[in-house]
């Protein structure tokens, strides 16, 4: 599965953003795909995921009631909105796929996802 990230940029906070995700190749293969995020000098850390089937999710803490994930499967895409957005939030914006777990729940470690996209920037001014 190969995969390519948009829609970072810069914007004030408070504001908003949607990032996607592309997905082509195998994605039938995928239980589900998420999204992570790494700030300078920070590890990658679990911002949300989604199932492909059915579109379970899960959030992390640190977003939860800020973020939405969805995905379009007659796209190939899966989208993060990001709203009321914070400095903190600044980071390189990375999605993944997941071939399977048990629950969405257990996807949250960077070592459960195999697929990488290459990265959106989500730079949040104060």
């Known amino acids: 599965v190969q995969l390519q990230a948009s829609g970072g940029g810069l914007v004030q906070a408070g504001g908003s953003l949607r990032l996607s995700c592309l997905a082509s190749?195998?994605?039938?293969?995928?239980?589900?795909m998420g999204w992570f995020r790494q700030a300078p000098e920070k590890v990658r850390e679990f911002v949300a995921a989604?199932?492909?089937?059915?579109?379970?999710?899960n959030y992390a803490g640190s977003v939860e009631g800020r973020a939405t994930i969805s995905r379009d499967t007659a796209k190939n895409t899966v989208y993060l909105q990001m709203n009321s957005l914070k400095p903190e939030d600044t980071a390189v914006y990375f999605c993944?796929?997941?071939?399977?777990?048990?629950?969405?729940?257990?996807?949250?470690?960077?070592?459960?996802?195999?697929?990488w996209g290459q990265g959106t920037l989500v730079t949040v001014s104060s």
């Open positions: 190749g195998r994605t039938f293969s995928s239980y589900a």
């Open positions: 989604i199932t492909w089937k059915g579109g379970v999710d």
């Open positions: 993944a796929t997941a071939s399977w777990s048990h629950t969405i729940v257990a996807l949250t470690s960077p070592s459960d996802f195999g697929s």
